[in-house]
Each structure stands twice: as structure tokens, then as C-alpha cells.
């Protein structure tokens, strides 16, 4: 039986750091950062990461800003306030929430964001950093998922990493973090034969697929970490991991729930962005 990694729990502990740290930054340096926050169309799940975005800067005590912007927002429209944003001091964070909607190049508006605040660490300019090992923020549902690799006390170094899903936004990444870390990594795909022959090799197996139950039983090793990036919406409402968690928490020694793992961890890496985004532009050092 798998010990359980509280996602919920190492979340609180991160967001109440960051608290910390802002009420000294606004006590010592008269400085509250802020995230602006901006979402085009009125897709649901969007919706919800938005709210949440913004609890978590109250919470943690930053300012924060709303941009709902119409479904008919042109790519034009979208950049113009980017800029705006840009050469707002007060603004120390920029995020675009994606998917936009068609008529956007999201490519184009993740460019025009000023790396330095990039909290989502998108920019070519902020991933080139990471590729190289030298970086100001990482995007932040990799590092949260380094953050719950690193709670349950196992080294990472020497060990063989199994990343499935290869986006941008988390495999891609995701892989060159455990690199990082002396992981031998593997990052599986659609087109990765004999997929469980793969996985199953996995001491650390990260599933970023984007579909329900994908990861079942026979495809994990016996005491294998296993972590679970997916949120899949099922018909009736629950949402539900890349993992299927009935066979798979059997095996494993140590597993993410969905909700309640990688989920809240994207937000607290957020939060932590936002902070080092701020004390970075106001030439902060630790
Ligand atoms: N959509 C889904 N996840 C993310 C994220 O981490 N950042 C942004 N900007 N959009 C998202």
C-alpha cells in the first residue's frame, strides 16, 4: 500500500512561507506584489483556475488583478494590454491563462511577456534558462511536482524518471528537471512503443497525459513513486487523474490523489513566482 503524498498540505506550507516573506517585504521595503491576472472567452475550467489564482494572491497577501477579456478579443487587443502590463510597475507578474481562443497565437502573446514577469516561465527566454540550469522561475506545475518528489524524502539522483506527455508546459520541462537532479529520464508519447515495457522501468514515473485512467496497473513497478498531473473532468463531474489510482496505489510506495496532489501545488509555485518576481525587479536579494 502506497503512502499518500498530501499535495493539499505541502501547498499550505509553501502559500504560508510566501506569506511570510510578502508581510516582511511590505513591512521592510514598502513593496506588495502584485499578479495580473488575464483570461479571454468564458471557458469553464479556465474559469475556475482564474478564481482560484486569485484567492491565492488574497491569501498570501498580494495584490491582484482581474482581465476578463471578451471571446471576440483580438490578438491586437490581447498584446496592447500585455504592454500595458509590462510597463506597470505595480505589476510584478503577468499571467495569460491558456488555452486562448483560436483567433489568439498564443505563441505570440507568451513572447510578448516581459520575461521578467513571466510567472508562468513560458517565454523562450525563460525556458532557455531552464534548459541550461540557470533560471529566475520555473513554470510552476513542474516544480510543484519537484516539491512533492521532495517531501516524500527520496533522492532523485541515480534513479530512472519516466515522464509520459512531452507539452511545453509540463513534460518537456518536467524531464529537464529531473535531469537536473541526476534523474535518468525518459519522456514517453504517443507514438513510444511498447509503452508499459517503459514505464515499468520507472523508480519515478510522472504521468502528464491528459487522459483518464491512462496509467494502470500493470504499467508501474512494484514500490515506484508515482505522480499524477492529469485533471480530467468525467461525464459525471468528478474529476480524475492520468492514474488509475484503484491499481495503481497498490504498487506504488509513494502516490499523488487527484484532486488534492499537483493540483494545488501549481498555484503555490505561482505565488512563489510572484514573489521572486517582485523582489527581483526591486533588486531584493534574499
Ligand atoms: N492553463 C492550464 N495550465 C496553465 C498554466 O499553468 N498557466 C497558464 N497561463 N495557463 C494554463
Redesign the pocket.
Known amino acids: 500500500m502506497a503512502n499518500l503524498i498530501d499535495g493539499k498540505k505541502i501547498s499550505a506550507e509553501v502559500k504560508e512561507k510566501v506569506r511570510l516573506e510578502t508581510a516582511s517585504l511590505v513591512e521592510k521595503h514598502g513593496i506588495q506584489p502584485g499578479l495580473a491576472v488575464v483570461i479571454v472567452g468564458n471557458d469553464p475550467a ?1 474559469r475556475v ?1 482564474v478564481n482560484n489564482k486569485k484567492k491565492a494572491c488574497e491569501a498570501v497577501g498580494f495584490r491582484s488583478w482581474e482581465y476578463a477579456l471578451p471571446e471576440d478579443t483580438t490578438q491586437a487587443e490581447l498584446l496592447e494590454l500585455v504592454e500595458t502590463l509590462n510597463a506597470e510597475k505595480n505589476v510584478n507578474g503577468i ?5 486562448v481562443p483560436a483567433q489568439i497565437d498564443d505563441k505570440a502573446i507568451i513572447n510578448a511577456i516581459s520575461p521578467a514577469k513571466d510567472v ?1 516561465a ?1 517565454h523562450p527566454e525563460n525556458v532557455g534558462q531552464i534548459m541550461i540550469g540557470d533560471y529566475k522561475f520555473l ?3 513542474p516544480a510543484g511536482v519537484m516539491e512533492l518528489i521532495d517531501s516524500t524524502g527520496i533522492e532523485v539522483s541515480g534513479k530512472k524518471c519516466v515522464v509520459i506527455g512531452r507539452s511545453n ?1 509540463v513534460g518537456k520541462p518536467m524531464a529537464m528537471l529531473l535531469l537536473h537532479r541526476s534523474g535518468t529520464v525518459t519522456i514517453c508519447h504517443s507514438r513510444t512503443v511498447d509503452l508499459p515495457s517503459v514505464t515499468k522501468e520507472a523508480d519515478i514515473l510522472v504521468a502528464a497525459v491528459g487522459k483518464a485512467n491512462f496509467v494502470t496497473g500493470d504499467m508501474v513497478k512494484e514500490g515506484a513513486v508515482v505522480i499524477d498531473v492529469g485533471m480530467n473532468r468525467l461525464e459525471n463531474g468528478k474529476l480524475c487523474g492520468d492514474v488509475n489510482f484503484a491499481e495503481v496505489e497498490p504498487k506504488a510506495s509513494w502516490i499523488t490523489p487527484v484532486p488534492g496532489g499537483v493540483g494545488p501545488m ?1 498555484i503555490a509555485m ?1 505565488m512563489r513566482n510572484t514573489l521572486t518576481a517582485a523582489k527581483s525587479q526591486n533588486g531584493i536579494q534574499d
Open positions: 479556465s483556475y499571467l495569460v491563462q491558456l488555452p508562468d513560458f513554470p510552476c506545475t508546459i501549481t505561482l
